[in-house]
């Protein structure tokens, strides 16, 4: 059984709109995190979240907002999406944020076009 | 800034070759290494991460050394197979946080 699930695994959205990506996890860890991969970059941080707390954030826009309703969920709600915003969004948990307990597990992504 | 440098975007090889992906890493702190491992359609996943300098990591028949002289974080494998073809990430973690730098990733293509 997949134990970091994100949904969906396909998303296509037309500029301007507002979209929801979904991640949750079955590990029972207390941090996850997003990651963006697009065609231009690599593998890039966007945020961490530990307890549902935001703890890091390195993504410049506001139109990116993670959301915690649980402490195993960690959606992220996207607005007035550019076609710049495609790219396959990863989540990510870990059992804590620091210490031995650190690694980080990746869920399969959600790939986003905007069209 | 924090960087992590992999010059190779793709390698190509037959099975039973050496593979050696280079990598570099640049920050002022004392971070942990790691190289990830992405197949097709899937998230990375850790192959190998080593915390402290001068050490070496193994898994699955890859290695590589914690290099503080050169920043290097080299990975190799004595003899490749073709399901190890994959993408092939090298990383960094600060330890003050846990926020993951990747490179550009290597695609390794391993021939039949």
């Known amino acids: 059984d997949p134990k970091i699930i994100q949904k969906p695994k396909y998303l296509v959205a037309v500029t301007g709109s507002e979209k929801i990506l979904i991640c949750e996890q079955y590990?029972?860890?207390?941090?996850m995190y997003w990651y963006r991969q697009s065609a231009k970059k690599p593998l890039e941080f966007m945020f961490s979240?530990?307890?549902?707390?935001?703890?890091d954030n390195q993504t410049a826009s506001s139109r990116f907002q993670p959301q915690s309703s649980k402490k195993n969920h960690l959606d992220l709600q996207i607005t007035a999406l550019k076609p710049d915003d495609s790219a396959t969004y990863f989540c990510?948990?870990?059992?804590?944020?620091?210490?031995?307990?650190?690694?980080?597990?990746f869920g399969p992504g959600t790939r986003l076009t905007v069209l | 800034g924090d960087s992590v440098i992999q010059m190779q975007g793709q390698v190509t090889l037959s099975e039973n070759d050496f593979l050696f992906i280079n990598c570099t890493y640049s920050?002022?702190?004392?971070?942990?290494l790691f190289w990830y491992v992405q197949y097709s359609g899937e998230g990375p996943q850790l192959l190998l991460q080593v915390t402290t300098a001068n050490n070496k990591g193994s898994s699955r028949g890859f290695e590589a050394t914690y290099d503080k002289g050169t920043t290097s974080f080299h990975l190799q494998k004595t003899s490749v197979q073709e399901i190890d073809s994959a993408v092939y990430y090298c990383a960094m973690r600060e330890n003050s946080n846990n926020r993951i730098f990747f490179g550009d990733g290597t695609q390794l293509v391993v021939k039949p």
């Open positions: 920050t002022t702190g004392y971070p942990t």
């Open positions: 590990l029972g860890h207390n941090a």
């Open positions: 990510a948990s870990s059992q804590d944020l620091g210490g031995g307990r650190a690694e980080q597990f």
């Open positions: 979240y530990s307890y549902q707390k935001l703890m």
